[in-house]
């Protein structure tokens, strides 16, 4: 296999709405990390985007739709889907390419354009579901969660404050991203007090519905060596996927995403991954899931992720930071775009370019991890200086 | 990135979205759909009607795998026999919403669950609502058992079961 290299990356602005369509935005992250990389789009051998369920546009061609904004006329491109896990799985499809030799230099974008469906995105959520066993009981998205919180609650003994902490740190950490959508200085007790969804889950515990982009370029080590001093190496990608019937396993812990992790680990020769990765950016549309994926992800013992939280430990200036860019919770959750962004910042991060948010302490290794689909699948990917 | 003043993007307010200050074009599909149950879902919902729940064991890993279906996906191989299970069980895990699945508020919440059922592998359950409890009473655990519609208002669905309730008092 060949090295691979990210040598740029852009992003829009994330916002509940935008005047730009999809493409136009598309094509905004796109030029930036071309911009980035000095390159120009006919330096591009192929282009993989990913995009999250058609029915938020209403357009059931969307990676077509979408083709001309993020660069992919006339060229090999692919769209790739696996729910909220995609906007890590893109790179991953693209790092293939760049691995096999079949390309050099590969566009990899990540769109969401949420807003269109009335009266309100989550609506689109509902199609997901089993049609026969599931949605004749008027099963929203927000219950799977809410289901998994309790569980996660229950078998760990975690409470609503331990998980509010995340809610609290992360929009803190949003409010240095010239993106975020949702960066604020709040409390714990405004998570507690704010209006129930699905209790356990609140108001402040969920990340908002959001239009945005982002891209990256991966080069192979030839041409990443010739066109920067600078290059970011992608050492492991893992990806898993379990059953749709998720009433059929245990919520407390994602195996699956256990699983991805190990995957990424064995190709970046890791074998202690909490000494080893220096900061995370893991998926976080909910506070408890912050936590959750902690532990999957082995960066935390199972029901430890809130000590470690509560202890500082994930905070920007701690000994592991975990989502310095604000997660979905603070900058916001355009699905395929918002993985994209953690693959951007941890980029950023490991290049000293993320200015206010910039961690700490030196950084050699990063993280970034989605999830998604029906609690079921994990997407992992492991950069280095 | 740090460089770079302000990200693309035009972001349109509550105001200018309501105002139309943009051009918006709307549009509202109606797409109808018959979904075919399956072999395995088909004898489940059968049972259903007839105030029973049904599974399918696999005989090669032994799992009783409910909601039913027609092939193991861990063996990979059909499923072997059908197995009537209880139509009680325990909540693995509950929650009370608040919303309806267009993020509209419902007028009263509804406490939703994943039931274990009892006869089915450990583990194995699926969604459903409680009802006859107040929801500071459910915890995770609890026994419930099913609560059914009258034999004749019954159609072979999943809300042939109206809720699940309490088995305790």
């Known amino acids: 296999m060949r090295r691979v290299a990210v040598v740029g990356a852009g992003m829009t602005l994330f916002r509940h709405r935008m005047l730009e369509t999809g493409k136009e935005m598309a094509f905004e992250a796109s030029r930036m990390a071309l911009d980035q990389a000095g390159l120009d789009i006919k330096d591009v051998d192929s282009v993989v985007l990913g995009s999250a369920p058609d029915a938020f546009d209403g357009v059931h061609m969307k990676g077509e739709y979408l083709l001309d904004g993020a660069g992919g006329t006339r060229k090999p491109y692919t769209r790739v889907f696996v729910g909220g896990g995609t906007g890590v799985f893109v790179p991953i499809a693209a790092w293939w390419q760049v691995a096999s030799g079949v390309a050099d230099i590969v566009l990899v974008v990540g769109e969401e354009k949420m807003s269109p469906l009335l009266p309100h995105p989550q609506y689109a959520f509902w199609s997901i579901f089993d049609p026969i066993l599931e949605r004749p009981l008027g099963v929203t998205l927000l219950w799977i969660f809410s289901l998994e919180m309790r569980r996660y609650m229950h078998v760990y003994n975690v409470s609503e404050e331990d998980i509010a902490l995340v809610a609290v740190k992360n929009k803190r950490n949003a409010l240095d991203h010239p993106a975020a959508q949702l960066a604020a200085n709040i409390t714990v007790d405004d998570v507690l007090k704010s209006e129930p969804i699905c209790w356990p889950v609140k108001r402040l515990d969920v990340s908002p519905t959001s239009d945005g982009a982002a891209a990256v370029v991966l080069a192979s080590e030839d041409v990443a060596r010739r066109i920067t001093d600078d290059p970011v190496w992608i050492t492991g990608v893992g990806w898993n996927v379990d059953s749709t019937y998720w009433t059929n396993r245990d919520l407390c812990y994602p195996e699956y995403l256990e699983k991805a992790a190990n995957m990424a680990y064995r190709m970046a020769h890791i074998s202690d991954p909490k000494k080893e990765i220096d900061f995370a950016e893991v998926y976080d549309p909910f506070d408890y899931k912050e936590l959750h994926h902690m532990e999957g992800l082995q960066l935390a013992r199972r029901g430890e992720a809130p000590k470690l939280t509560r202890e500082g430990v994930t905070q920007r200036d701690g000994d592991l930071p975990i989502n310095p860019s604000g997660g979905l919770l603070g900058v916001g959750n355009p699905i395929a775009a918002a993985g994209m962004m953690k693959i951007a910042e941890v980029f950023w991060q490991l290049r000293g370019e993320a200015g206010k948010r910039q961690v700490k302490k030196p950084v050699r290794r990063g993280l970034a991890q989605a999830w998604g689909d029906l609690m079921q699948v994990g997407t992992v990917v492991i950069m280095e200086r | ?169």
């Open chain 2, 1 to 169: 990135m740090e460089s770079k003043k302000t990200l693309p993007g035009t972001p349109i307010t509550g105001a200018e979205w309501e105002n139309e200050v943009y051009s918006f074009r709307k549009h509202s599909v109606q797409l109808r759909y018959a979904w075919d149950a399956g072999s395995a879902v088909s004898g489940f919902l059968e049972g259903l009607k007839e105030g029973r729940i049904l599974g399918r064991r696999c005989n090669r890993c032994m799992r009783v795998l409910v909601p039913p279906r027609a092939f193991c996906e861990r063996c990979f191989r059909s499923t072997d026999e059908w197995v009537e299970v209880k139509d009680t069980g325990k909540i693995n895990t509950y929650s009370v919403s608040y919303v309806n699945n267009d993020a509209s508020r419902r007028d009263k919440p509804l406490i939703v669950a994943v039931i274990e059922i009892d006869g089915a592998s450990p583990g194995m359950g699926f969604l459903h609502v409680l009802g006859e409890v107040e929801p500071s009473k459910v915890h995770v655990d609890m026994k419930v058992k099913a609560v059914w519609k009258p034999r004749d208002e019954r159609v072979g669905a999943i809300t042939d079961i109206k809720y699940f309730k309490p088995l305790e008092v």
